[in-house]
């Protein structure tokens, strides 16, 4: 472990495990600094640096919870999450095709570390979650429920064996499988519907 | 149900890099596990982006504390900078911020106005308080060397109130101000109206179409209305039409008409077309009336559905017509 960074590797792995207050307190101390970073780039209204801010605090946790930032770092977990707000800054002034935003020299380091390729936008995944939020409408009970239950809320097999009144959790294991083969088959009937259906590469 | 464990432990990095190899190697030669694996991506990052947008809508409720915690920071701020206690090093970051941020610098000129109206009123309550002392001195024994002191204090006194109450009228006028620039429902409208720049096209022979946009264009709303209305409901482009229709009567003041175009538009089911229907929908109804029980309700429904396009600004709309300033701006 690199010793410029093992605080912040140390912090890491406490949001990969954290709870949720531990979450939310992490939220709220970096609010101040990114308020602060995001003024200075580009003045905006509370309200809008606020929106910001959840957007790319939301992109910041999923990609220390699902592994696509892991150590060793090459930045403080700071700089990272403010590289994902700056990224959301320009990607929305260049929709509203305004001015670009101003950079000076400091954030140029941060600017080269966040064109690294390991950044996941927040609305990269819309199209798929709009489309299995779909089919999911068309799934039966208690598919549905098992697999709210284990991939959105993210329950151990305990609990849900518990919630659905299950025998075993090799039981949950086993209607799960065959939930998602059920899942599938709807995703493959989409698919075979509309061909040309497919997200932006 | 073992090629599924695989597969689902390939995409949560579960592999270990043997298994990865295997896995590659059999993606490769293997063009049934390849159509199965491609399914199982985007259901799993379907799944993902479902959690995404679950914590995301979670991380929006802190929000609000967020902004309160600023706001009192602000105030704080304030308090030391316009009372010359705020240490130089931070003064130079604060005036930096003033003039990057507009909505700060304003807020700092409201609160500004407000002090003084507090000051103003203590002026005014200490104007009250003399007057009483004065009246007690004559109704006591003569105490010949107290009254004409207080007699001499007397015109001081008349003009400090006037001027405490002069500045009073104005940092209401001042918030009064700003809450009708900012929250009446004019203001609400002109911040929340969003056409479209342009038709789906105006390639191929809709000359009705043509000429409405032309005329609309041209802030001919007569003409565009005229054009526009004449498009039938068999039309492909009648989504549209009614769409851009119901911009030119809502840009003429034609309210009613505007929202009966803009549900006809909502109602086609054109998909390009139907939410900004929606939404300038429930713009004519705000305009004709904020009060009534049809845009609280399309309010309330747009607020509540998060893949609607306009549901940030649905949301940005509902809290603007619950806060203070719209109260203020009557």
New interface residues.
Partial sequence: MDDKYGEDERLLSEIKTGS?QFI?SL??SY??PF??FI??L??????EI??L???A???F??NIK??KLAPPLRSRLKTYLFGIGRNYLLKRFKEKQKEPIGLDPGLEAVQRLFQQPDIVD?YE??W??????NLLKHLEEPCRKI?ILT??E?NSDDAIKEKMDIPSEVAVR?RR?NC??K??KL??QR?EAYPSEKPKE | MEDLDYIYRHFTAGLSAEERKTFDARLQSDSSFRTQVSDYQLIFEGFRGMRQERFFQEARGWKGELLADSRIGDVEAFRAYLSGAMPESEKAAFEARLGQDPALAARLEEYRLLLAGLKAMRAEAFYRQAEAWAKELEMAPPAQAKKPAVKFLWPRAVRYAAAAVLVLALAFAGMKYYALSNYSTDALIAQNYHPRNTPATLSGREDLFREGFNAYSEKDFPAAIAFFSRIPEENPRYAEAQLFLGYACFESGRYPAAVQAFQRAADAHDQRFSENAEWHLLLSRFRENPASPAFASLLDKLTRDPQHSFHDEALRLKASLGSFWRKLAG
């Fill in positions: 949720q939310k939220f709220q609010w101040d308020q602060a003024t200075k580009h003045g905006l209204p509370d309200e606020a929106e801010y959840v957007r605090f939301t992109t946790y999923f699902d592994g927040y995944l819309e798929q979650r709009k489309m299995v939020e697999l991939f959105i993210e086993q499988f998602l083969e899942l599938r995703v493959r698919k």
